[in-house]
């Protein structure tokens, strides 16, 4: 019953909506790639990703000092239909705006 909870509180919330859209449509980000993109200060989308990670729709992979998040996978049915309930909301994406390319993140 707790891990239904947090899954669904988790999606309770616009940002963190737009967040798995964007990361499905995308595919792995850097954080500095989604501040660029989705044009939010650091600390507030480390708490929505971590939310996400902790409910069980993100993952995380440390290269050195930087974090890339993408769409866990694979992921439990209930989950994964959520994933593709957010794609039909009419949600408008903004451009992935990379700034780690090659060498990692530049900010």
Same mark, same amino acid.
């Given at each position: 019953?707790?891990? /239904?909870?947090?899954? #669904?509180?988790?999606?309770?919330?616009?940002?963190?909506?737009?967040? #798995?859209? /964007?990361?499905?449509?995308?595919?792995?980000?850097?954080?500095?790639?989604? +501040?660029?993109?989705?044009?939010?200060? +650091?600390?507030?989308?480390?708490?929505?990703?971590?939310?996400?990670?902790?409910?069980?729709?993100?993952?995380?992979?440390?290269?050195?000092?930087?974090?890339?998040?993408?769409?866990?996978?694979?992921?439990?049915? /209930?989950?994964?239909?959520?994933?593709?309930?957010?794609?039909?909301?009419d949600i408008t994406l903004p451009k992935l705006n990379?700034?780690? +390319?090659?060498?990692?993140?530049?900010?």
């Amino acid at each position: 019953m707790e891990t /239904f909870l947090k899954t #669904v509180a988790a999606l309770n919330d616009e940002t963190r909506v737009l967040l #798995v859209r /964007f990361l499905d449509e995308n595919g792995e980000c850097c954080v500095c790639d989604l +501040q660029n993109s989705l044009d939010m200060i +650091q600390s507030r989308l480390s708490r929505h990703l971590k939310i996400l990670k902790d409910a069980g729709f993100l993952r995380v992979e440390r290269k050195g000092t930087w974090a890339y998040y993408s769409i866990r996978t694979p992921l439990d049915r /209930f989950r994964s239909e959520a994933i593709e309930e957010i794609k039909h909301l009419d949600i408008t994406l903004p451009k992935l705006n990379r700034s780690s +390319q090659d060498e990692g993140c530049k900010i």
